[in-house]
């Protein structure tokens, strides 16, 4: 009898796939989804599988289908994660249990009925007396008549529904409707529930909402794989490198099974990025950008990056018109890369500046740089001028030059020095010929004699004894030939 309604539990199925595959449209029927729930009872040992047909309020103990299951003993009437569940009407016990604990079920009030397609006879197989302790609605017990007449099936029920009397009249008498011709017509098939415990395996979704033959299909191909038992794969992969990191890319690592040829492939590090190499090729100016050219030393890429402009640095200040006595000039700060002319301020001669003498100089590095150059600092202009002209940074400054120094932040000139460079008596910083014959001319007296108060006679007079004669002479001849430098000190 269970063999036939098997049978014709199959047929149905296949009647229920070929109206699936001829359905209107890609979309399955809503008609053809079901929803269950799945769990495991285990204890770390023990295990048995439940499926729960929502719809129906049924509950199916399983096992995986490579072994029976087994449900753990639980201590006490609340252990069980089943325990008092109100939405489940009948309990199948499926034909591959070989064991249910105590209060697997307990205290589930809404169960009338149960199921029994295993055989919980043998000597390895059992059925607690508490595990349907509590639920005092069951009346009604199917199954074949070698799986009921027992005294286990008697221990059950008196579990259940709490009577005291242990033989079938008694349990008759109290409402208990036995039925001992096989499984319900409204039960799940085998392959049906083996196919909702095997996804449940493979997947961990605890909650099912799908086309039940489908399931069966994809669970029935699953199991025809050469590397797939006891519900689970036992693939023999084998990795390589199928691409290796690249500066945009991570790279792949795939596996490929030497049995059947199923493959997967994971992340195989990280991309690289690029490793650029830069060259300018046009220099940033102080007001234009400058552009270089980045070349990746792994993938080449090429990319151009704009170079900021640096802007301009302040530079020097100089003075470009001379300042009078009545009559203001002008200083001006230029850019110290370019040149450009940044700032100009206007500087006056006013009564607190002073008036000195600068000696000291060198004479074969006497230029307007290295002279003024002393005097530059942070809000001072320096510059050297000759008469009223203002000496560039390379040219010699020589005795009756000045050194006007400016005080930028308020716009007056601070000191004014008078260069006296011992031997030049023609102020035009160098020491020569033309020097020594205007000191010939001095000290033998053919030419008119200079002032005492002269700039030059200071300049001319070497020795520094206020008189000029033949020791200044003398003195200028060593210094222009080499053989003894003037002293420039005092």
């Not at 509950?59 to 569940?85: E, V």
């Not at 070497?462 to 222009?480: H, K, P, T, Y």
């Amino acid at each position: 009898m269970r063999f036939l309604k098997r049978i014709l539990a199959v047929a149905l199925a296949l009647i229920m796939a070929l109206g699936y595959t001829m359905s209107l449209g890609v979309y399955a029927s809503t008609a053809n989804l079901r929803y269950f729930e799945r769990g495991i009872l285990s204890d770390g040992e023990n295990y048995a599988y439940y499926v729960l047909d929502k719809d129906n309020k049924t509950i199916y103990l399983t096992g995986d289908g490579s072994t029976n299951g087994h449900t753990p003993t639980y201590p006490d009437a609340s252990s069980s994660p089943l325990a008092g569940r109100s939405d489940v009407t009948c309990i199948v016990i499926e034909e591959d249990v070989e064991y249910v604990g105590d209060y697997v079920f307990a205290n589930m009030k809404s169960v009338d009925t149960l199921e029994v397609q295993s055989n919980l006879l043998s000597s390895s197989s059992n059925m607690s007396g508490k595990a349907l302790s509590g639920c005092t609605s069951l009346r009604h017990i199917r199954g074949e008549s070698s799986f009921l007449s027992t005294d286990v099936m008697l221990q059950v029920v008196k579990g259940a529904v709490n009577i005291a009397s242990g033989n079938w009249l008694s349990l008759i008498a109290n409402g208990i409707n036995i039925v001992k011709e096989g499984v319900s017509e409204d039960s799940l098939s085998n392959e049906v529930v083996h196919a909702m415990v095997n996804d449940y395996i493979m997947t961990g979704e605890e909650i099912f909402l799908g086309d039940l033959d489908a399931a069966v299909a994809v669970c029935q191909a699953r199991e025809q794989e050469v590397c797939y038992w006891d519900n689970q794969y036992h693939h023999q992969y084998q990795g390589h490198v199928s691409r290796a990191p690249s500066c945009t890319m991570g790279g792949e690592l795939m596996h490929v099974c030497s049995v059947c040829g199923s493959f997967y492939v994971e992340d195989y590090g990280y991309a690289l990025g690029h490793d650029y190499v830069s060259e300018t090729l046009y220099e940033p100016s102080c007001i234009k950008e400058g552009v270089s050219k980045d070349v990746c030393s792994r993938c080449g890429d090429i990319k151009l990056v704009s170079i900021p402009a640096k802007g301009h640095t302040n530079g020097r200040w100089r003075t470009l018109s001379v300042p009078e006595q009545s009559q203001s000039g002008y200083v001006q700060c230029f850019c110290a890369d370019c040149g450009e002319p940044l700032k100009t301020v206007n500087v006056s001669i006013f009564s607190g500046t002073l008036y000195k003498y600068k000696v000291g100089l060198n004479p074969s590095d006497n230029t307007a740089l290295a002279v003024a150059g002393e005097y530059e600092r942070e809000n001072y202009a320096s510059s050297a001028v000759r008469e009223t002209t203002v000496l560039g940074d390379d040219e010699p400054v020589g005795t009756g030059c000045k050194i006007y120094v400016s005080y930028i932040p308020r716009n007056q000139v601070s000191e004014i020095y008078t260069v006296i460079l011992y031997g030049d008596l023609d102020g035009d910083g160098i020491i020569g010929t033309e020097d020594y014959s205007i000191l010939s001319g001095q000290v033998y007296g053919t030419d008119e004699p200079m002032s005492s108060s002269s700039v030059l006679r200071r300049a001319a007079d070497l020795n520094r004894d206020g008189v000029l004669d033949a020791f200044d002479l003398s003195l200028l001849d060593l210094q222009i030939s080499g053989s003894k430098a003037v002293n420039q000190s005092a």
